[in-house]
C-alpha cells in the first residue's frame, strides 16, 4: 500500500509483491483468517502513541481533536455491498458507490491518522437476506445511520483508551441528536458543525433558527473577532468569529465568517462542568476538523483509499485497514521526524522583504515518507515475471469477456421467448 504504484488492488499489488497470480492477495481480503477489527485497534493504537509522543515535545498544551467524516468511493453494478446511487462528494454529484464514515486522530501541529472506519450499509440491503449474502454482510448486522456509525467507532475508540480534547464533525453529525447525546453522556466537549437551520434556545428562552440568531444578535460589527484558524500550505487561515450564548450555560454557538465572500458556517458547541467555553479553544479545535479531509486525500492520493476492487463486505473492510496502517507507519515517522527535518528559513515579516539566499527545507512529509518507505522496500523482478503477468492478465480478460458474452446471450434468448 505504500508503494509508489499508480494503482493498489488485488492485480497490481500482487504482481509489485513478486507473486504469479492474485490469489494471494485475493485470500488475504476474502478468506485468510484475521480479525480486521483488532487488526484496526492496533493501527489505531500505534498512530495515537506516536503522535501523543511527538506532540510532547513541545512546551505549548496541544489540543487532541477525533474528526468525524465520511468519504466514498464510485463503484459500478449493483454486486458491490453497501453500493447504491447517492450524493457522492467525491464526484461531486450523485453517482453509483460505496461510503464509509471515518474518524482521524488530529494532534495540534503535529500530524493526524485515520483511525477508525465503518462502512454505510443502506437499510434496505441490511433487510434483503438474498443480498445480503451474495455481498457477503456479517448475519448480525443492523442498519445504522451515519451519525450510529460514528458512535461506534467512538466507542471503539474511547475502549482503546483514546481521550480527545474535542471531538469534531460536519452538518451530518452535528444534526445527530442521539450522537450529541453520546458525547454528553460520556463528557466530551464537542465542536459540531450544524446548518442554518438548526434550532437554538438562546439565552433569552428564544428559539430560533441559527441563520435568524446572526441577524438578531451579530449586527454589530464589535461583536466579530478575526482570528486564526490554523496554518495552511499557504499560511494562516483567517476568519471572523462571534460567539452567541444559549440557554445552556455548556453550550453556545460558535459562527464563522469568511472575510472575503461572507460566507457563514456555524458549530454548536459543547464542554462540560469543569470546562471553560473559550473562545479561542473553540476556534482552535474546529480549524483542525479539516485535517480528516486532507487525510481522505492523502489516502486516496498515496496509499489507494479508493481503488478498492472488492465486492464483499469484509474485503472491503480489510482494505480499509491496511491503507489505515500505510497511512499510519508513515504520518507517525513524519511527526517524529518533523522537528530533526525541519530547516526552514525565518518566514517574511514585510511583504517587500527579499528571497533569502537559502530557502532551506521544509520537513519530511507523508508523501515523502512514503516514497523512502517504497525505495526501500523495492526489490528486482524475477526473470519473466512481467512476461508470464502479461500473459495471465490477457487470459483472465478472454475468459471474462466470453462469460460476459454468454451472458448476453442468454438474456437476449430470454426476451426472444
Known amino acids: 500500500m505504500a508503494s509508489e504504484l499508480p494503482s493498489r488492488n488485488g492485480w497490481s499489488v500482487a504482481e509489485h509483491a513478486g507473486d504469479r497470480t492474485p490469489d494471494r492477495t485475493q485470500r488475504l481480503l476474502n478468506r485468510a483468517s484475521w480479525d480486521e477489527m483488532e487488526a484496526m485497534s492496533q493501527v489505531r493504537r500505534h498512530a495515537v502513541a506516536g503522535l501523543d509522543d511527538a506532540a510532547r515535545r513541545c512546551r505549548r ?93 467512538l466507542a471503539d475508540a474511547y475502549a482503546d483508551g483514546l481521550l480527545f480534547d474535542f471531538v469534531c464533525g460536519d452538518e451530518v453529525y452535528g444534526a445527530c441528536t442521539e450522537l450529541r447525546g453520546f458525547l454528553e453522556e460520556r463528557g466530551q466537549a464537542y465542536v459540531l458543525r450544524v446548518a442554518s437551520s438548526f434550532q437554538v434556545t438562546l439565552a433569552a428562552g428564544m428559539t430560533m433558527p441559527c441563520a435568524q440568531a446572526v441577524k438578531m444578535l451579530l449586527e454589530d460589527p464589535r461583536r466579530w473577532e478575526v ?52 473562545r479561542t479553544r473553540l476556534i482552535r479545535a474546529a480549524g483542525l476538523r479539516w485535517s480528516v479531509e486532507e487525510g481522505f486525500k492523502f489516502g486516496k492520493d498515496y496509499f489507494g483509499l479508493d481503488q478498492c476492487q472488492a465486492r464483499l463486505y469484509t474485503a472491503i473492510l480489510r482494505h480499509l485497514v491496511l491503507v489505515m496502517a500505510a497511512f499510519a507507519i508513515c504520518a507517525v515517522t513524519a511527526a517524529q521526524l518533523r522537528d530533526r527535518t525541519d530547516a526552514q528559513a525565518s518566514p517574511p515579516v514585510r511583504p517587500d522583504e527579499p528571497q533569502p539566499a537559502d530557502p532551506g527545507l521544509i520537513p519530511l512529509t507523508v508523501r515523502e515518507v512514503k516514497r523512502l518507505i517504497a525505495a526501500a522496500l523495492w526489490r528486482p523482478e524475477p526473470p519473466g515475471h512481467a512476461a508470464r503477468w502479461l500473459d495471465w492478465r490477457r487470459r483472465h480478460q478472454a475468459r471474462s469477456r466470453w462469460f460476459h458474452h454468454r451472458a448476453r446471450l442468454a438474456r437476449n434468448y430470454s426476451l426472444v421467448s
Open 61 to 153: 498544551k496541544l489540543l487532541a481533536v477525533g474528526a468525524l467524516d465520511e468519504t466514498g468511493q464510485e463503484k459500478q453494478g449493483t454486486a458491490t455491498a453497501g453500493v447504491k446511487r447517492q450524493y457522492m462528494g467525491c464526484a461531486g454529484r450523485v453517482a453509483n458507490g460505496i461510503n464509509t464514515v471515518h474518524l482521524s486522530y488530529v494532534r495540534e501541529k503535529t500530524g493526524h491518522a485515520l483511525a477508525g472506519a465503518r462502512q454505510w450499509i443502506p437499510q434496505e440491503q441490511v433487510n434483503d437476506p438474498v443480498r445480503s449474502l451474495i455481498t457477503g454482510l456479517p448475519l448480525d448486522l443492523r442498519f445504522r445511520t451515519k451519525g450510529q456509525l460514528a458512535i461506534d467507532i
Open 227 to 278: 482570528r486564526s484558524a490554523g496554518k495552511g500550505s499557504k499560511g494562516e487561515r483567517w476568519y471572523a468569529w462571534a460567539l452567541i450564548a444559549t440557554a445552556s450555560p455548556r453550550r453556545c454557538l460558535l459562527i464563522r465568517r469568511h472575510i472575503k465572500t461572507g460566507e457563514l458556517a456555524f458549530h454548536y458547541c459543547y464542554a462540560p462542568d469543569g470546562q471553560l467555553l473559550a
